[in-house]
């Protein structure tokens, strides 16, 4: 009996002394992992080795803002993970561009309006012709011409302010699914109806080149301010005044801007527009890059093709403003052809002296049998 009790006594104490043992030990043992820092981290190493003692905050700051690594796949371009330009470009199109394209519509009928109040409709001084005779202006072919790229470039405007300011006003007017659904559409329309719009561009040139060499007239135009501004004041014009030759080049030479832009748009991989203008630029002294992606082509093709569409929006809201409420019998040139012969007189001159001059050759060669 007493063997028994001193057996299990001691293995009490045995077991007492392993408990405590082990309890201390990983007790330690916690200590130690929560207050010695394992030597990678003391070094300033990244677990591993491989990147030095580069830490994670730096090697992602790096690829934020663009560096290149090394790949030994053949697109070398897998070695950017993160294009830094994109962020440029979307801070110029919804910031400086969005601001001020929409500063500039404003300006342009303010302007309009205050013209309006202050000049009124410019009318035909020596009244409508009383009897009624016209002569024509545009032919048949020339006013499909003028329509078909007026109607286009209105679509395309419409549709490419929606793109940047739609998603500000419009879901709350017809909701998220019918702007989702009118602005899908509203692109496809885009892209298509950019074809009749070049095509417009090209025809315009052909058929009116011609009668929009500026000349010494225009001069004498300008310097009267085409009577605009002062009543009873016409000074004399060719078949397009200055004011109308002006519009003319801007139309051919920003509607072949916005056409060469918007192809480069929907042929991202085909065409790039802006590494090869960029290394004729650098030549003069400017530092462009000029090895770009597709994206960054793309990029770029963006914020000129938007630039050069707001300067095409207030060129065609001027024109369409004295082309209709601006001035009287303007309208009728592209509506049916014909024009009031005393507005074309007041305005036209000496294109009506070219043509009086023309039907008196005519007559004298073939007179009236």
């Known amino acids: 009996m007493l063997c028994n009790i001193i057996r299990r006594f001691f293995v009490g104490i045995s077991i007492c ?10 007790l330690t043992g916690v200590l130690m992992l929560s207050t010695t820092p394992a030597f990678s981290q003391s070094t300033g190493e990244v677990p591993g080795g491989w990147s030095g003692s580069t830490s994670d905050a730096e090697l992602w700051r790096a690829i934020r803002k ?15 993970l993160v294009q830094s330009e994109g962020d440029e470009f979307r801070a110029f199109r919804n910031g400086k561009m969005a601001t001020l394209g929409a500063i500039s519509l404003m300006i342009i009928l303010l302007i309009l309006v205050a013209f309006y109040f202050v000049r009124g409709k410019i009318k035909i001084d020596g009244g409508p012709d009383q009897f009624g005779r016209t002569i024509q202006r545009f032919n048949s072919l020339e006013r499909f011409t003028h329509w078909l790229t007026a109607t286009s470039f209105i679509v ?10 739609g998603r500000l006003f419009l879901p709350a007017l017809i909701g998220k699914q019918g702007f989702a659904t009118l602005t899908m559409w509203g ?3 885009h892209n298509y109806i950019a074809w009749a719009f070049m095509l417009g561009i090209v025809m315009m040139f052909v058929l009116w080149v011609k009668d929009n060499i500026p000349g010494i007239t225009d001069i004498k135009w300008l310097a009267k301010g085409g009577g605009l501004f002062s009543e009873g004041v016409h000074p004399p014009a060719k078949r397009f005044n200055a004011g109308q030759k002006m519009i003319f080049w801007a139309v051919i030479i920003g509607g072949g801007s916005l056409s060469s832009s918007g192809l480069a748009l929907l042929f991202p991989f085909e065409i790039h527009m802006f590494a090869g203008t960029f290394e004729v630029l ?10 770009l992606s597709p994206l960054q082509e793309t ?15 207030v060129i065609a809201i001027a024109h369409i403003y004295i082309g209709s409420v601006g001035m009287e019998g303007a309208i009728d040139a592209v509506a049916d052809g014909q024009v009031d012969r005393n507005w074309a007189r007041e305005h036209h001159g000496l294109w009506v002296e070219e043509l009086e001059g023309h039907a008196a050759t005519d007559t004298t060669n073939h007179p009236a049998e």
Do not use: C, E
């Open 17 to 26: 002394i392993v408990t405590a043992y082990l309890g201390f030990a990983g």
């Open 187 to 189: 692109k496809m329309a």
């Open 299 to 313: 990029q770029y093709a963006l914020m000129w093709h938007g630039v050069v569409g707001f300067v095409m929006i």
């Open 282 to 291: 650098n030549s003069f002294g400017f530092d462009f890059p000029t090895v």
């Open 156 to 165: 395309l405007a419409l549709t490419g302010l929606n793109l940047l300011y």
């Open 66 to 80: 663009g560096v290149r690594g090394n790949v030994s796949i053949p697109d070398k371009k897998a070695a950017q």
